[in-house]
């Protein structure tokens, strides 16, 4: 937990007021709406129902809910009409997290529906920030939603290894290790 803390907290310095910004569903997402909630001037487009309800206690954030069906496993909200309505949102940047990592194969899920939604936000945004703890990177998942090259910038923790660290050099991912 303290690594997606740390994460969360890289993350946070990102943020402007006057930023709108998409948080998918993931713990680490969840950490920084704790650090968000005396923010000024901020949007905050979410899947996830633990971040709306954090940021629901925030007195200058307009927070977002994208609906569809609940995913019990992690709290996030999925549907197959979403992605469409996602497209048509502006945000400044989508901070993302994902099941599994690798510097081959981008960020990757478990649920197709997941991904896409992921996906969808990840299209609109101007800026894509992985947030992603070394724990990450010791699987592989089906359903792929951003390639490493789509990616702007990866938060990971320190405690990832010499070998993973010398992949992502060598993908050329910039990556910022907190």
Known sequence: LEEKRRVAARAVEL?????????????????????????????????????????????????????GILRRRTSSLVDTLSPNLLRRLHVDIAFLSCRAFSAEQGMMESDLREAQMKRAMAETALRKVALVDHAKFASVYVATSLLPEEIDLLIVDNGLGEDHRRALDAAQITVEYV
């Open 15 to 67: 943020i402007q007021p006057g930023t709108t910004i998409f948080l998918d569903g993931s713990t680490t997402a969840f950490q920084m709406t704790r650090l968000l909630r005396d923010m000024h001037n901020l949007t905050v487009i979410t899947t996830g129902l633990y971040a709306a309800l954090e940021l629901s206690f925030a007195p200058d954030v307009t927070t977002i809910v994208v609906g």
